[in-house]
């Protein structure tokens, strides 16, 4: 693995994982107003898809695929956004992030203004289900 002193995606796919092999990391970031956020990060250090071969990018894509199951099926969002930004961490990943129209940013990205806040309960009860997410994570990458 190309490793890039600093990176904190770098330092995440080394350190914080629900599922890893050879080419890719899944972690659960921690989100605290969005539980369920995951990412794949690619764990060589790369900035762009197109700097994939063909093969890994289409594995690649297989993993953000799989990842969108699982948060679907544990998560229930109301609608899944995916993302691959690298603006300030330029290293190959993606955002799964399960949204809701009651999130505190919906129905724009998690990344603008927010315009309200999310319950508590709401979020506790939303939280409560991550370890199950984990769970369902790593049954789907098991089934290759």
Not at 30 to 40: D, K, S, T
Not at 55 to 66: F, G, Q, S, T
Not at 117 to 139: G, H, S
Request: aromatic share 6%.
């Amino acid at each position: 693995m190309t490793k890039q002193a600093g990176c904190e995606l770098c330092e995440l796919a080394a350190s914080s994982k629900v599922v890893a092999n050879d080419k890719f990391s899944v972690i659960l970031a921690n989100e605290p107003n969005y539980p369920g956020f995951a990412r794949v990060i690619w764990n060589e250090h790369v900035r762009e898809v197109s700097d994939l071969p063909d093969a890994d990018r289409l594995l690649l894509n297989e993993a953000v695929w799989k990842l969108e199951q699982a948060v679907r099926e544990v998560m229930q969002p109301l609608k899944v956004n995916v993302a691959s930004l690298g603006n300030v961490v330029p290293h190959l990943h993606w955002h799964v992030i399960p949204r809701y129209a009651d999130d505190a940013h919906f129905p724009a990205p998690v990344w603008a203004q927010a315009v309200r806040e999310t319950p508590a309960d709401v979020l506790a009860q939303r939280r409560a289900l991550v370890p199950q997410l984990a769970e369902a994570i790593k049954r789907k990458f098991a089934n290759r």
